[in-house]
């Protein structure tokens, strides 16, 4: 750091200030700071700390997880044969109960229990 005299006031002031503290004119020979924009030199970049080997043990436990969770998903789609027929057969009992129902040669006694038959199908093969 050395002394140099102020253009404006003639006192001695660091060369490395950007003003002069006594009268405030602008030091014409400081030295910029870096990382300012009148500073043809950049601002160092920041310093970060390389990755941690620590996260396989998210991998240990993520792996057998998800491939878990995959194969329940795929389970749940996917039924036997004899159930999706069970299912069809069903749906088309409920569809034959509701057309008799439906039928006006039925009194409205016959009507109304054939309705409460059908809506307890509908009911059973809901769940």
């Not at 034959?96 to 309705?115: F, G, M, V, Y």
Request: proline share 9%.
């Amino acid at each position: 750091m050395a002394l140099i005299a102020c253009a404006e006031c003639g006192k001695e002031i660091s060369d490395k200030a950007a003003a002069c503290p006594h009268c405030g004119a602008p030091v014409v020979s400081a030295a910029p700071k870096r990382g300012t924009y009148y500073d043809d030199t950049p601002a160092p970049a920041p310093v970060t700390p390389p990755p941690s080997g620590s996260s396989w043990w998210k991998w240990l436990i993520g792996v057998p997880v998800g491939g878990f969770m995959l194969l329940m998903l795929i389970g749940s789609c996917s039924g036997t044969p004899e159930s999706r027929a069970a299912k069809s057969r069903q749906s088309s009992a409920i569809a034959l109960c509701w057309q008799e129902q439906a039928k006006k040669s039925n009194d409205p006694a016959t009507a109304r229990l054939i309705a409460e038959t059908c809506e307890k199908m509908a009911a059973e093969a809901s769940k």
